[in-house]
């Protein structure tokens, strides 16, 4: 009982489905120790052994690869009732850096995700996009100068539903190149010197020009109303004078009227009455 528990807590083999296969066609171990030992279900052993499996694996040899030893093997054939121990635990297998790795079946859907990219995220880097979606940089610029091979037949589609990446590392991926031309825009943008004024500085000069120039406004309008009033009194004492009817007492000129004319000046002008006289027969 200790060892089934302790078979079960083991780690598994590297490849469960090739190493059960091989132990199948290889050794004299009952399905049972075969199906504890890589972590299946019985059945799936006797359907391998049985040639009724639904996939045929390639066997994969638990010896050359350290898992198991020999003698192992033949103390499992000499008692079936007992558990195969791991000799040699598999290296985990890690992903390195490099292009990401895409099954061969979604690799035809490459161009069509990374049209999406260039028409719906065109921050985004070449770099960026060759390791987010596993392409080279060439293939990038032959679909976005549409020189490549196949680009009639190129349809923008989200690589997320294409199953060429996941939303977290798409959004990862956008983020950090918006983010990237946010910078890059504010260190291209000129910095403004010259007025250090406060905004409320601002506002004070504002409303005093407008305070000033309402204040001109109001002036010129005066000074054109009391220009149009003395034109118009001036012209009805002209009218008077030629009916031969008294003028108005007096008729104030606009404080920016020409100056009156000085006394000699006065003296030589013939009002209307004289020239009037003056045109008469000679009484003498």
Same mark, same amino acid.
């Given at each position: 009982?200790?060892? /089934?528990?302790?078979?079960?807590?083991?780690? &598994?083999?590297?490849?469960?489905?090739? =190493? +059960?296969? $091989?132990?199948?066609?290889?050794?004299?171990?009952?399905?049972?120790?075969?199906?504890?030992?890589? #972590?299946?279900?019985?059945?799936? @052993?006797? +359907?391998? /052994?049985?040639?009724?499996?639904?996939?045929?694996?390639?066997?994969?040899?638990? @010896?050359?690869? #350290?898992?198991?030893?020999? %003698?192992?093997?033949? &103390? #499992?054939? *000499? %008692?079936?009732?007992?558990?195969?121990?791991?000799?040699?635990?598999?290296?985990?297998?890690?992903?390195?850096? #490099?292009?990401?790795?895409?099954? @061969?079946?979604?690799?035809?859907?490459?161009?069509?995700?990374?049209?999406?990219?260039?028409? !719906?995220?065109?921050?985004?880097?070449?770099?960026?996009?060759?390791?987010?979606?596993?392409?080279?940089? !060439? =293939?990038?610029?032959?679909?976005?100068?549409?020189?490549? $091979?196949?680009?009639? !037949?190129?349809?923008?589609?989200?690589?997320?539903?294409?199953?060429?990446?996941?939303?977290?590392?798409?959004?990862?991926?956008?983020?950090?190149?918006? &983010?990237? /031309?946010?910078?890059?825009? *504010?260190?291209?943008?000129?910095?403004?010197?010259?007025? =250090?004024?406060?905004?409320?500085?601002?506002?004070?000069?504002?409303?005093?020009?407008?305070?000033? +120039?309402?204040? &001109?406004?109001?002036?010129?309008?005066?000074?054109?109303?009391?220009?149009?009033? $003395?034109?118009?009194?001036?012209?009805?004492?002209?009218?008077?004078?030629?009916?031969?009817?008294?003028?108005?007492?007096?008729?104030?000129?606009?404080?920016?009227?020409?100056?009156?004319?000085?006394?000699?000046?006065?003296? !030589?002008?013939?009002?209307?009455?004289?020239?009037?006289?003056?045109?008469?027969?000679?009484?003498?």
């Amino acid at each position: 009982m200790a060892n /089934a528990k302790a078979a079960k807590d083991q780690p &598994k083999p590297l490849m469960p489905h090739a =190493t +059960a296969t $091989w132990l199948v066609d290889h050794t004299g171990l009952s399905f049972e120790q075969i199906a504890e030992f890589c #972590g299946l279900h019985l059945l799936e @052993v006797q +359907a391998m /052994a049985d040639d009724l499996a639904g996939s045929k694996y390639t066997g994969r040899d638990p @010896v050359h690869a #350290g898992e198991l030893t020999l %003698d192992e093997i033949k &103390k #499992g054939e *000499e %008692d079936s009732e007992y558990a195969l121990k791991m000799h040699k635990a598999p290296v985990e297998v890690t992903r390195t850096k #490099g292009p990401r790795y895409t099954p @061969v079946s979604k690799r035809q859907d490459k161009p069509d995700g990374i049209a999406w990219i260039l028409r !719906n995220h065109p921050e985004v880097s070449d770099a960026q996009i060759s390791k987010l979606i596993g392409t080279t940089r !060439n =293939t990038i610029g032959a679909i976005r100068e549409r020189s490549h $091979w196949n680009i009639q !037949n190129i349809q923008p589609k989200d690589p997320v539903t294409l199953g060429l990446c996941s939303q977290r590392e798409l959004d990862a991926v956008v983020a950090k190149a918006a &983010k990237r /031309a946010g910078t890059d825009e *504010e260190e291209a943008a000129p910095v403004e010197t010259g007025d =250090t004024r406060s905004d409320k500085d601002k506002l004070i000069e504002e409303l005093r020009a407008e305070r000033e +120039a309402n204040a &001109k406004a109001a002036a010129e309008a005066a000074q054109e109303a009391e220009a149009e009033a $003395w034109l118009a009194q001036k012209r009805a004492a002209e009218e008077a004078a030629a009916a031969g009817v008294e003028p108005p007492d007096s008729v104030t000129p606009p404080a920016f009227a020409p100056s009156q004319p000085s006394e000699d000046e006065a003296a !030589n002008v013939e009002t209307p009455a004289e020239k009037r006289d003056g045109d008469g027969p000679d009484e003498g």
